[in-house]
């Protein structure tokens, strides 16, 4: 089993920063994808970049140039840094561990950004 811990959440005014952080822990294959989704109220969770653990990422359209995602892998740790943020990306934000057919959810963290 693998639990994964959001963290770096919060009010934000438009145009500005922040860095989430998630950390996985349990049984932690080194051969893994993280990633961040986000659920914004009366909409579904999408997909907001996601990292493999040799490096390769994807991004949604929506925050390319904007969001930049990294990971530790001595640590277990990815980063969500995310800079110029406009009130759309206003959402909670959860973090993904996945391997294969396997997935671990976060609580998810609140992001809210306001005009």
């Known amino acids: 089993q693998v639990q994964v811990v959001e963290s770096g959440g919060g009010l934000v005014q438009a145009g500005g920063s922040l860095r989430l952080s998630c950390t996985a822990s349990?049984?932690?294959?080194?051969?893994?994808?993280l990633g961040w989704y986000r659920q914004a109220p009366g909409k579904q969770r999408e997909l907001v970049a996601r990292?493999?653990?040799?490096?390769?990422?994807d991004y949604a359209d929506s925050v390319k140039g904007r969001f930049t995602i990294s990971r530790d892998n001595a640590k277990n740790t990815v980063y969500l840094q995310m800079n110029i943020l406009e009130p759309e990306d206003t959402a909670v934000y959860y973090c993904?561990?996945?391997?294969?057919?396997?997935?671990?959810w976060g609580q998810g963290t609140q992001v809210t950004v306001s005009s």
């Open positions: 990292i493999t653990s040799s490096g390769s990422t």
């Open positions: 349990g049984i932690i294959f080194s051969i893994n994808t």
């Open positions: 993904n561990y996945q391997r294969n057919w396997y997935n671990s």
